[in-house]
Protein backbone atom coordinates (compact mmCIF):
# COMPACT_ATOMS: atom_id res chain seq x y z
CA UNK A 1 0.00 0.00 0.00
CA UNK A 2 1.21 3.42 -0.52
CA UNK A 3 0.90 6.10 2.00
CA UNK A 4 0.95 9.91 0.40
CA UNK A 5 -0.18 13.33 0.62
CA UNK A 6 -2.64 15.21 -1.32
CA UNK A 7 -3.49 19.18 -1.15
CA UNK A 8 -6.61 19.46 0.39
CA UNK A 9 -6.45 23.38 -0.88
CA UNK A 10 -4.36 26.40 -2.15
CA UNK A 11 -1.10 27.09 -0.80
CA UNK A 12 -1.06 30.14 0.83
CA UNK A 13 1.59 32.63 0.81
CA UNK A 14 2.33 35.95 2.38
CA UNK A 15 4.80 38.72 1.63
CA UNK A 16 7.23 37.90 4.26
CA UNK A 17 7.48 34.62 2.57
CA UNK A 18 5.38 32.34 4.91
CA UNK A 19 3.97 29.88 3.47
CA UNK A 20 1.24 27.07 5.03
CA UNK A 21 -1.11 24.07 3.12
CA UNK A 22 -3.28 21.28 4.52
CA UNK A 23 -2.89 17.65 3.15
CA UNK A 24 -4.97 14.58 3.54
CA UNK A 25 -2.49 11.43 4.74
CA UNK A 26 -4.10 8.72 1.91
CA UNK A 27 -3.60 5.21 1.47
CA UNK A 28 -4.21 4.29 -2.41
CA UNK A 29 -6.10 7.58 -2.36
CA UNK A 30 -8.33 6.82 0.64
CA UNK A 31 -8.23 9.47 3.14
CA UNK A 32 -7.13 8.30 6.28
CA UNK A 33 -6.03 11.51 8.30
CA UNK A 34 -4.37 14.85 7.98
CA UNK A 35 -1.26 16.93 8.57
CA UNK A 36 -1.38 21.06 7.90
CA UNK A 37 2.15 22.39 7.15
CA UNK A 38 3.18 25.94 7.38
CA UNK A 39 6.88 28.03 7.71
CA UNK A 40 7.56 29.69 11.71
CA UNK A 41 6.23 32.76 12.15
CA UNK A 42 8.73 33.33 15.06
CA UNK A 43 11.52 30.98 13.47
CA UNK A 44 10.84 32.39 9.56
CA UNK A 45 10.86 30.75 6.26
CA UNK A 46 13.38 28.52 6.51
CA UNK A 47 12.06 26.78 9.48
CA UNK A 48 8.61 24.59 8.95
CA UNK A 49 6.52 22.84 11.16
CA UNK A 50 4.39 20.10 11.23
CA UNK A 51 1.12 21.02 13.01
CA UNK A 52 -1.68 18.18 13.75
CA UNK A 53 -1.03 15.48 12.24
CA UNK A 54 -3.29 12.82 12.99
CA UNK A 55 -4.33 9.28 12.01
CA UNK A 56 -7.90 7.61 11.91
CA UNK A 57 -8.23 5.21 14.82
CA UNK A 58 -8.77 2.45 12.44
CA UNK A 59 -5.51 3.13 10.62
CA UNK A 60 -2.98 3.40 13.22
CA UNK A 61 -0.29 1.77 14.12
CA UNK A 62 0.30 0.63 10.49
CA UNK A 63 3.23 3.16 9.86
CA UNK A 64 0.84 5.51 8.13
CA UNK A 65 2.31 8.40 10.64
CA UNK A 66 5.61 7.41 10.17
CA UNK A 67 5.42 7.77 6.18
CA UNK A 68 3.26 10.96 6.28
CA UNK A 69 6.12 12.50 8.57
CA UNK A 70 8.90 11.72 6.16
CA UNK A 71 6.34 13.11 3.80
CA UNK A 72 6.19 16.33 5.20
CA UNK A 73 9.85 16.67 5.33
CA UNK A 74 9.83 16.43 1.74
CA UNK A 75 7.44 18.95 1.35
CA UNK A 76 9.35 21.18 3.51
CA UNK A 77 12.58 20.80 1.79
CA UNK A 78 11.09 21.78 -1.25
CA UNK A 79 9.81 24.94 -0.01
CA UNK A 80 13.67 25.75 1.08
CA UNK A 81 13.37 24.86 4.74
CA UNK A 82 16.58 24.23 6.57
CA UNK A 83 15.09 22.51 9.68
CA UNK A 84 11.73 21.57 10.89
CA UNK A 85 10.16 22.35 14.20
CA UNK A 86 7.22 20.12 16.05
CA UNK A 87 4.91 20.51 19.02
CA UNK A 88 4.00 17.51 20.58
CA UNK A 89 1.35 17.00 24.00
CA UNK A 90 3.28 15.87 27.24
CA UNK A 91 0.61 13.03 27.28
CA UNK A 92 1.14 11.93 23.19
CA UNK A 93 3.56 9.20 24.17
CA UNK A 94 3.02 7.36 20.79
CA UNK A 95 3.52 10.70 19.19
CA UNK A 96 7.06 11.63 21.35
CA UNK A 97 8.68 8.18 20.23
CA UNK A 98 7.28 8.71 16.82
CA UNK A 99 9.30 11.76 16.72
CA UNK A 100 12.25 10.19 18.70
CA UNK A 101 12.82 8.05 16.21
CA UNK A 102 12.72 10.28 13.20
CA UNK A 103 15.78 12.54 14.42
CA UNK A 104 13.24 15.04 16.65
CA UNK A 105 14.91 16.46 19.67
CA UNK A 106 13.64 18.30 22.46
CA UNK A 107 14.74 22.26 22.38
CA UNK A 108 12.09 23.37 24.88
CA UNK A 109 9.13 22.77 26.78
CA UNK A 110 5.73 23.86 28.39
CA UNK A 111 5.22 23.35 31.97
CA UNK A 112 2.08 24.41 34.12
CA UNK A 113 1.50 23.51 38.33
CA UNK A 114 -1.40 23.52 40.28
CA UNK A 115 -1.81 25.84 42.78
CA UNK A 116 -2.40 25.03 46.91
CA UNK A 117 -5.83 26.31 47.02
CA UNK A 118 -6.02 29.76 49.32
CA UNK A 119 -6.56 27.78 52.57
CA UNK A 120 -3.19 26.24 52.51
CA UNK A 121 -1.61 29.76 52.53
CA UNK A 122 0.76 31.33 50.36
CA UNK A 123 3.99 30.06 50.26
CA UNK A 124 6.75 31.75 52.39
CA UNK A 125 10.11 33.11 50.98
CA UNK A 126 12.99 32.25 52.20
CA UNK A 127 14.47 33.64 55.30
CA UNK A 128 16.18 37.38 54.49
CA UNK A 129 14.43 37.59 51.24
CA UNK A 130 11.22 40.37 50.12
CA UNK A 131 9.61 41.38 46.55
CA UNK A 132 9.16 44.63 45.92
CA UNK A 133 7.79 46.40 42.57
CA UNK A 134 9.97 47.58 39.90
CA UNK A 135 9.78 51.27 40.09
CA UNK A 136 8.98 53.15 37.15
CA UNK A 137 12.72 54.43 36.53
CA UNK A 138 13.38 50.87 36.29
CA UNK A 139 11.92 49.61 33.65
CA UNK A 140 13.80 51.01 30.69
CA UNK A 141 16.88 49.26 31.80
CA UNK A 142 15.13 46.20 32.67
CA UNK A 143 13.58 45.87 29.22
CA UNK A 144 16.38 46.73 27.09
CA UNK A 145 18.34 43.91 29.24
CA UNK A 146 15.15 41.66 29.16
CA UNK A 147 15.36 42.61 25.28
CA UNK A 148 18.59 41.56 24.87
CA UNK A 149 18.44 38.69 26.65
CA UNK A 150 15.76 36.98 24.61
CA UNK A 151 17.53 37.71 20.87
CA UNK A 152 20.31 35.71 22.28
CA UNK A 153 18.78 32.97 23.70
CA UNK A 154 17.23 32.47 20.13
CA UNK A 155 20.26 33.22 18.21
CA UNK A 156 22.24 31.06 20.60
CA UNK A 157 19.93 28.66 18.70
CA UNK A 158 20.13 28.73 15.11
CA UNK A 159 17.92 32.20 14.77
CA UNK A 160 19.70 35.07 12.75
CA UNK A 161 20.61 37.92 15.16
CA UNK A 162 18.66 40.19 12.97
CA UNK A 163 15.59 37.97 13.15
CA UNK A 164 16.05 37.28 16.93
CA UNK A 165 16.61 41.01 17.42
CA UNK A 166 13.36 41.87 15.69
CA UNK A 167 11.51 38.90 16.80
CA UNK A 168 12.42 39.94 20.19
CA UNK A 169 11.82 43.58 20.36
CA UNK A 170 8.27 42.47 18.61
CA UNK A 171 7.11 39.94 21.32
CA UNK A 172 7.90 42.46 24.05
CA UNK A 173 5.79 45.65 22.09
CA UNK A 174 2.76 42.94 22.10
CA UNK A 175 3.38 41.65 25.51
CA UNK A 176 3.74 44.94 27.10
CA UNK A 177 1.99 47.40 25.06
CA UNK A 178 1.39 49.66 28.32
CA UNK A 179 5.11 49.00 29.86
CA UNK A 180 4.28 48.25 33.66
CA UNK A 181 1.06 49.50 33.16
CA UNK A 182 -0.05 46.71 30.85
CA UNK A 183 -3.06 44.66 32.57
CA UNK A 184 -2.32 41.68 34.12
CA UNK A 185 1.32 41.95 33.93
CA UNK A 186 3.42 41.89 37.34
CA UNK A 187 7.29 43.39 37.43
CA UNK A 188 8.74 42.67 40.87
CA UNK A 189 12.66 42.61 42.21
CA UNK A 190 13.61 40.07 44.73
CA UNK A 191 15.87 41.56 47.55
CA UNK A 192 18.26 39.53 49.39
CA UNK A 193 19.74 41.38 52.54
CA UNK A 194 19.14 44.62 51.41
CA UNK A 195 20.08 43.94 47.77
CA UNK A 196 18.47 43.58 44.79
CA UNK A 197 19.32 39.75 43.01
CA UNK A 198 16.64 39.36 40.84
CA UNK A 199 13.37 40.00 38.40
CA UNK A 200 10.35 38.50 37.80
CA UNK A 201 7.99 38.90 35.39
CA UNK A 202 4.77 37.78 35.53
CA UNK A 203 1.28 37.90 33.40
CA UNK A 204 -1.72 36.52 35.21
CA UNK A 205 -4.13 37.27 31.55
CA UNK A 206 -2.19 36.54 28.73
CA UNK A 207 -2.28 34.94 25.31
CA UNK A 208 -1.39 31.10 26.21
CA UNK A 209 -4.55 30.60 27.68
CA UNK A 210 -6.29 29.99 31.43
CA UNK A 211 -3.86 31.06 34.15
CA UNK A 212 -0.60 32.57 34.74
CA UNK A 213 2.25 33.00 32.74
CA UNK A 214 5.91 33.25 33.76
CA UNK A 215 7.45 35.32 30.79
CA UNK A 216 10.92 35.73 32.67
CA UNK A 217 12.76 35.17 36.03
CA UNK A 218 16.57 36.64 35.87
CA UNK A 219 18.59 35.79 38.44
CA UNK A 220 22.15 38.51 38.79
CA UNK A 221 25.03 36.31 37.38
CA UNK A 222 26.81 37.05 40.67
CA UNK A 223 23.92 36.09 43.11
CA UNK A 224 23.15 32.51 41.40
CA UNK A 225 23.64 29.13 43.05
CA UNK A 226 21.75 30.20 46.04
CA UNK A 227 18.68 29.37 45.47
CA UNK A 228 17.18 32.84 44.57
CA UNK A 229 15.28 31.27 41.51
CA UNK A 230 13.19 29.27 43.76
CA UNK A 231 12.47 32.40 45.86
CA UNK A 232 11.17 34.08 42.60
CA UNK A 233 8.99 31.28 41.70
CA UNK A 234 7.68 31.29 45.43
CA UNK A 235 6.98 34.90 44.76
CA UNK A 236 5.46 34.03 41.23
CA UNK A 237 2.73 31.86 43.11
CA UNK A 238 2.34 34.01 46.01
CA UNK A 239 0.95 36.83 43.22
CA UNK A 240 -0.89 33.92 41.48
CA UNK A 241 -2.62 32.98 44.58
CA UNK A 242 -3.31 36.71 45.20
CA UNK A 243 -5.06 37.54 41.92
CA UNK A 244 -6.87 34.51 42.58
CA UNK A 245 -5.37 32.63 39.73
CA UNK A 246 -4.82 28.86 40.72
CA UNK A 247 -2.58 27.72 37.69
CA UNK A 248 0.78 28.91 36.38
CA UNK A 249 2.54 27.76 33.33
CA UNK A 250 6.25 28.62 31.93
CA UNK A 251 8.38 27.74 29.36
CA UNK A 252 11.90 26.20 29.84
CA UNK A 253 15.20 25.66 27.52
CA UNK A 254 15.71 21.93 28.33
CA UNK A 255 19.58 22.62 27.69
CA UNK A 256 19.23 25.12 30.66
CA UNK A 257 19.65 21.63 33.34
CA UNK A 258 19.23 23.78 36.83
CA UNK A 259 15.37 25.99 36.06
CA UNK A 260 14.53 22.90 34.70
CA UNK A 261 15.19 20.82 37.96
CA UNK A 262 13.90 23.73 39.87
CA UNK A 263 10.43 23.72 38.22
CA UNK A 264 10.49 19.85 38.30
CA UNK A 265 11.70 20.13 42.34
CA UNK A 266 8.84 22.81 42.78
CA UNK A 267 5.95 20.69 41.27
CA UNK A 268 5.69 21.90 37.90
CA UNK A 269 4.93 19.11 35.35
CA UNK A 270 5.38 18.88 30.99
CA UNK A 271 2.18 20.07 29.39
CA UNK A 272 3.92 19.99 25.73
CA UNK A 273 7.49 19.36 24.31
CA UNK A 274 8.36 21.59 21.28
CA UNK A 275 10.73 19.68 19.45
CA UNK A 276 13.15 20.30 16.38
CA UNK A 277 15.36 18.38 13.24
CA UNK A 278 17.38 19.71 10.81
CA UNK A 279 16.96 18.92 7.27
CA UNK A 280 19.70 17.97 5.45
Known amino acids: MTTTLR???????AEDGARSRSYDICVNGRPVGGVRLTTDARLGPSAGRIEALAVHEPDRRRGRATVAALAAEEVLRGWGCRRIEASVPAEAGTALRLAAALGYTERNRSMSKELSAPSAGPPALPGGSAVRPLEAGEYPAWLESRRTAYARVWSERGVEPERARLRSEADHARLLPDGPDTAGTVLRVLVHEGTDVGTLWLATVHEHGPGAWVFDVEVRPEHRGRGHGRALMLAAERECLAAGVRTL????????????????????????????????
Do not use: Q, W
Open 7 to 13: PTGPERR
Open 249 to 280: GLNVFTDNVPALRLYESLGYRPTAHHLHKPLL
